[in-house]
T-cell receptor
């Protein structure tokens, strides 16, 4: 079975540009999570979807960040406009049952904002 | 709020030897889940092992096993017969088990190097 798929694996952009990160969760999973990993702050939860509905977006840093899940097999995380401090690795993870199951992570997208 | 502490920023072990990574956590809950994730240089986060707090038996997955001490709030990972492919960052994580719980709280990680 395919795991969580993320694209692109690497993204280099210039400050002020729009960045869109994509995620395809494991088929059948109904929960999806976006995380950000930095050296300073470690792994942080940005947003959590259950059955395509955003449940908790309290971790989203600011209005420049937005996330959508139009269907059960696709989610996007958008940063507009991007800033150098957004440089990080962004992970998408999914799980089948939010209360008992394990979160499976994608390979991550390394974002560099110049 | 729960906290997870990994007190060993870096460790090294000779190939084929055994190494133990430490993790402690703080919670007032009686039931919860604990995880160890591995992040190799490829940066993929890979689940290594999972433990449910209500189970007294320590979880085991091949060469990986845990020592879960609930009273001490300790959850260490033992890697036996270390292999070069075990070189990675290892993260300990905590999750509540109550209804609506989903938040994973991660430790800062331990960088493990397996030396040939």
């Amino acid at each position: 079975d395919a795991g969580v798929i993320q694209s692109p694996r690497h993204e280099v952009t210039e400050m002020g540009q729009e960045v869109t990160l994509r995620c395809k969760p494991i088929s059948g999973h109904n929960s999806l999570f976006w995380y950000r990993q930095t050296m300073m702050r470690g792994l942080e939860l940005l947003i959590y979807f259950n059955n395509n509905v955003p449940i908790d977006d309290s971790g989203m840093p600011e209005d420049r960040f937005s996330a959508k899940m139009p269907n059960a097999s696709f989610s996007t995380l958008k940063i507009q406009p991007s800033e150098p401090r957004d440089s990080a690795v962004y992970f998408c993870a999914s799980s089948f049952e939010r209360d008992t199951d394990t979160q499976y992570f994608g390979p991550g997208t390394r974002l560099t904002v110049l | 709020a729960q906290t997870v502490t990994q007190s060993q920023p870096e460790m090294s072990v000779q190939e084929a030897e055994t190494v133990t990574l430490s993790c402690t956590y703080d919670t007032s809950e009686s039931n919860y889940y604990l995880f160890w994730y591995k992040q190799p240089p490829s940066r993929q986060m890979i689940l290594v092992i999972r433990q449910e707090a209500y189970k007294q038996q320590n979880a085991t997955e091949n060469r990986f096993s845990v020592n879960f001490q609930k009273a001490a709030k300790s959850f260490s990972l033992k890697i036996s017969d270390s292999q070069l492919g075990d070189t990675a960052m290892y993260f300990c994580a905590f999750r509540s088990s109550g209804a609506g719980s989903y938040q994973l709280t991660f430790g800062k990680g331990t960088k493990l190097s397996v030396i040939p």
